[in-house]
């Protein structure tokens, strides 16, 4: 299918984009990516799969989103972020406190997020989930 684009409001105010260069297959596992990046649209400023490539993104049926080991995970029933952080595969001028914010307190609850593939063919979202 080709790259996808996430966005990500959080309840703490946080706006985050999401880019993946390959498709989410639900069966992959890891998938290697040395340009995927986590943008932050509060702060102007990105992470990108430079340090730990192998781990740009995670493609499972089980799981939500995930960019990197747990550097930006959201859960199973899109709701919550489930992970953001923990490991650091991605680097850049944005630390990940900048990307997530502060989750404490429901902060981490996902109010709005869209998956699109990106290129010619498709030009709609694959998944949305509703404010």
């Known amino acids: 299918m080709g790259p996808t684009l996430t966005l990500i409001s959080l309840e703490n105010g946080r706006r985050i984009a999401a880019y993946a260069q390959s498709s989410w297959d ?3 596992g890891w998938i290697r990516g040395y340009n995927n990046v986590l943008y932050s ?3 102007k400023k990105y992470r990108i799969s430079k340090t ?11 799981v939500g989103p995930k960019f990197g ?14 992970a953001c952080g923990s490991r650091s595969s991605f680097s850049g001028p944005a630390t990940i406190v900048m990307v997530c914010g502060n989750l404490a307190g429901g902060g981490g ?4 997020l869209e998956v699109y593939a ?7 979202p ?6």
């Not at 490539?53 to 089980?62: A, H």
């Not at 694959?126 to 404010?131: D, N, S």
Request: no cysteine; proline share 4%.
């Open 26 to 28: 639900g069966n992959a």
């Open 41 to 43: 649209f509060n702060e």
């Open 52 to 62: 730990y490539p192998q781990y740009g993104q995670y493609s499972y049926l089980s």
């Open 69 to 82: 080991r747990n550097d930006l995970a959201i859960g199973t029933d899109m709701t919550k972020v489930a």
């Open 109 to 112: 609850n996902v109010i709005h």
């Open 118 to 124: 990106l290129g010619e063919a498709r030009r709609h």
């Open 126 to 131: 694959i998944h949305a989930k509703p404010v």
